[in-house]
């Protein structure tokens, strides 16, 4: 299993073989930094770190500087963990770069990503309710959540709201993962992967790329 970081460029469209019309996205995967290789004996698991898109050494703080300085690297400014449960076929070194290449043979792909933030929702947008009767006798309640509390169920545990329950509230801005894109092509020069479908969060955000767990 491979893994990359990269970027969201944004979404297009391409012909397949059939000449039917593909929505795809283009994300720009690394090339991405070993900046720490983690061992079972020094630090209890196999795991390597990369480093992603360089940053102004001003922007970062003293102790991250000095680290990616030990990779003879710069700054980074999206910095992730790949655990390796797996030994690799080949092994890694401080400072070795990764680039698109890695999913050359790779059919299927899970990118993960932030999802866009909405900031406060209602229980309609947020959860799909079906809001109050739109005609009369309904006055300022249309998009209400209705009762939320009682002693009808879950006995015994009182007349506050249950645990759990759907109500308005921060909607977004989630840590989510879609599975099995096909990989439709990718562009070694430019370091740019383009997949089938929509991939979490806008243009211009961070993402990871891994290969998918369960293909298809």
């Keep these: 299993m491979n893994m990359l970081l990269g970027k969201k460029v944004g979404m297009t469209r391409v012909y397949d073989e059939s000449g039917q019309l593909v929505p795809v996205t283009v994300i720009q995967a690394g090339p991405c930094t070993i900046t720490q290789i983690k061992t079972a004996e020094t630090d209890g698991y196999d795991a390597i770190q990369l480093g992603f898109e360089d940053v102004k050494a001003s922007r970062q703080k003293q102790p991250q500087v000095g680290h990616t300085a030990k990779a003879n690297?710069?700054?980074?400014?999206?910095?992730?963990?790949?655990?390796?449960?797996?030994?690799?076929?080949?092994?890694?070194?401080?400072?070795?770069?990764?680039?698109?290449?890695?999913f050359a043979d790779t059919k299927y792909v899970d990118v993960i990503g932030t999802s866009k933030g909405k900031g406060f929702a209602g229980v309609m947008k947020r959860h799909g309710f079906g809001g109050?009767?739109?005609?009369?006798?309904?006055?300022r309640k249309h998009r209400a959540p209705g009762s939320i509390s009682s002693y009808s169920s879950n006995a015994g545990t009182g007349g506050h709201p249950k645990k759990g329950k759907r109500m308005g509230g921060h909607m977004g801005h989630r840590r989510i993962t879609t599975k099995n894109h096909s990989l439709?092509?990718?562009?070694?020069?430019k370091n740019l992967l383009v997949v089938k479908g929509a991939v979490p969060g806008p243009a211009g955000g961070y993402c990871i790329v891994r290969t998918a767990k369960r293909p298809q």
């Design 184 to 189: 439709v092509s990718l562009d070694e020069e």
């Design 132 to 139: 109050f009767p739109a005609s009369h006798g309904t006055e």
């Design 73 to 102: 690297a710069s700054p980074k400014r999206f910095v992730r963990e790949w655990r390796l449960v797996e030994k690799p076929e080949t092994e890694y070194e401080l400072g070795d770069l990764l680039t698109v290449s890695v």
